[in-house]
Nanobody, 123 residues
Framework: QVQLVESGGGLVQAGGSLRLSCVVS????????LAWFRQAPGKERENVAR???????FYTDSVKGRFTISRDNAKNTVYLQMNSLNSEDTAVYYC?????????????????WGQGTQVTVSS
């Protein structure tokens, strides 16, 4: 059973930064697409960023230029560096992994999920 464990969430002031981490168990990490999703109260879960096995990264428009997704295959870890945070970034953030190396933004494309970590941005 593949397990994903997120960390790094918390309370931050507007304009601040946080870095989320997600450790993925197992030996297939390097073959997964890895992604971060978020879900704000009353809203659908949305894909924030994803990174393919070859390192190509993609972002939703609202976070481009502020968030950076990266992966460390030696540590089985995916990161989300979040800068210039604002109140609209407040949400529970979920790490996800897909067996396909080239998955899209669709939730259904992802096979494994973490439990989520809360990010709250105060104005």
């Amino acid at each position: 059973q593949v397990q994903l464990v997120e960390s790094g969430g918390g309370l931050v002031q507007a304009g601040g930064s946080l870095r989320l981490s997600c450790v993925v168990s197992g030996q297939m990490f390097s073959s997964y697409t890895l992604a971060w999703f978020r879900q704000a109260p009353g809203k659908e879960r949305e894909n924030v960023a994803r990174i393919w096995t070859i390192g190509s990264a993609f972002y939703t428009d609202s976070v481009k230029g502020r968030f950076t997704i990266s992966r460390d295959n030696a540590k089985n870890t995916v990161y989300l560096q979040m800068n210039s945070l604002n109140s609209e970034d407040t949400a529970v953030y979920y790490c996800a992994a897909a067996r396909s190396g080239y998955s899209t933004t669709s939730r259904g494309s992802y096979d494994y999920w973490g439990q989520g970590t809360q990010v709250t941005v105060s104005s």
